[in-house]
């Protein structure tokens, strides 16, 4: 409990751009959010006001910073799944706890469990030689969708196997190099949507209304909220797979489920037990933001509505391949001079190719035209240039 202000403390191990956001969430409820940040110059290091410098595979660096908070959260899943238990056993409080956070944390125990309980999944199987990824190409046609159980994120870790051949010549490099392994069907889709759900210890949950989440060389460049031309049953039935989801795994916090939208119905992708990318439209768009809503659940506090105030566009403003001449406070002169209710949020972090540098959101009319503005000021605060054939007068 901070002692000048009477209320408890928030603290988020990692110090990204999502610990950076939910700092700023934290503000509004009297709160600063302590942070434990590798660099003091992490996209969170920058702004918080109480920084701990250490690493998250670091036990006695979590243990110090756990002991200076009421609540240690996340604002990744690379936590060691054995030092969370550590915590846990002695006495601190993690939330979500290691329980849930080993169903983000490795792709395998989810399928596994998802599929044991009832929960839609693609077919899929272990890979611990090249033969089991023969055997499913072989059951399930090529290509197949092979991936590293742990650790991937933005398309790293995913690789499409087109054939035997390429199986053979892959697998054991992987395997030798010490990746856990999966493969999974490849998913016949109309498109990738998202059910963000938030739940308290109590057992209180929230849902947002789904969206549709546009993606480019595996990482997610635009969101669609709401998404466009679900029927009000879709809409239940995705939102009521991912409340069943939270409850079933125990999530307190944020719960990111991506779907893939089917002709045979909706099937789980992957899991995020913490503020999540297709949930950055609810900064401008949404009556209660995930990032303060992830602070309201870990407190155990009542969950804030979730109402949709207009639809909202949001596009990721990635690295541009070479880095723009002109600065980024140039960049944003020129933006808003075209467009004034761009509601831009940068992260503070170096440019680099393809690195997620900040977001920006249009909320209010007409989808079509909010993603056709926001495209183009993405594209605009990463390139300093408009697109070929986009008259700026």
Known sequence: MDKRTGLPVVGMVGGGQLARMT??????????????????????????GQVQIGHHTDLDALREFAKTVDVVTFDHEHVPWE???????????????????????????????????GFPCPPYAEVSEVEDLLKFGAEHGWPVVLKAATGGYDGRGVWMVDSDAEARTLVPELLAAGTELLVEQRVAMKRELSALVARSPFGQGAAWPVVETVQEDGINTEVLAPAPGLTSRQVHEAQELALRLANELNVVGILAVELFETDGGLLVNELAMRPHNSGHWTMDGSATSQFEQHVRAVLDYPLGVTDLIAPTVMANVLGAPDTPRMSPDERLHHLFARFPDARVHLYGKGERPGRKLGHVNFVGGDLDNLRTRAKLAAHWLSHAEWPDGYDIH
């Open 23 to 48: 700092h700023q969430a934290a503000i509004s409820l009297g709160q600063s959010l302590r942070v434990l940040a590798i660099d003091e110059n992490d996209a969170a290091g920058l702004v918080a």
């Open 83 to 117: 030092h969370l238990f550590a915590l846990v056993n002695e006495g601190f409080t993690v939330r979500p706890g290691p329980d849930a956070l080993a169903f983000a944390q490795n792709k395998l125990v989810m399928r596994d469990h998802l599929s044991a309980t």
